[in-house]
C-alpha cells in the first residue's frame, strides 16, 4: 500500500548535522501518523520522533532539543533534522507509517557519527 524510501544517511563529526528524508508513495500520505525509529547494531529499535496527521509532535527523551520532525503532505516526505550529533545517535534510520492497523517501514538509512 505504502512505499518509503529513506535518504540522507551518512558519516559526521560529533557535533555535526544531518537532515534525512522520506518519501512516500502508493497511497494517500496525509492519512498516516509518520515517525522515525533507530537501530544500533545489538539494540532495540526505538522510536525517535513521531508526527501525527495533525502536525503534533514527539520525540525520545535523548534527542529533545537538538532533532526536528516535520512533514510536507504536498510533497508526501517527512523529514528528521538532526543537530549536535553524538556517537550515540549512530544507528539505522528507519521511516514508518501508520494508519489502524497497518505499518509500513522503509529499507533504513545509516547515519554515523565519529571523529
Known amino acids: 500500500q505504502v512505499q518509503l524510501v529513506e535518504s540522507g544517511g551518512g558519516l559526521v563529526q560529533p557535533g555535526g548535522s544531518l537532515r534525512l528524508s522520506c518519501v512516500a508513495s502508493g497511497s494517500q500520505f496525509s492519512v498516516y501518523s509518520m515517525s522515525w525509529f533507530r537501530q544500533a547494531p545489538g539494540k532495540q529499535r526505538e522510536l525517535v520522533a513521531l508526527?501525527?496527521?495533525?502536525?503534533?509532535?514527539n520525540y525520545a527523551d535523548s534527542v529533545k532539543g537538538r532533532f526536528t520532525i516535520s512533514r510536507d503532505n504536498t510533497k508526501n516526505t517527512v523529514s528528521l533534522q538532526m543537530n549536535s550529533l553524538k556517537p550515540e545517535d549512530t544507528a539505522v534510520y528507519y521511516c514508518?507509517?501508520?494508519?489502524?492497523?497497518?505499518?509500513?517501514w522503509g529499507q533504513g538509512t545509516q547515519a554515523t557519527v565519529s571523529s
Open positions: 514508518n507509517a501508520r494508519r489502524l492497523l497497518a505499518s509500513y
Open positions: 508526527i501525527g496527521t495533525g502536525g503534533s509532535t
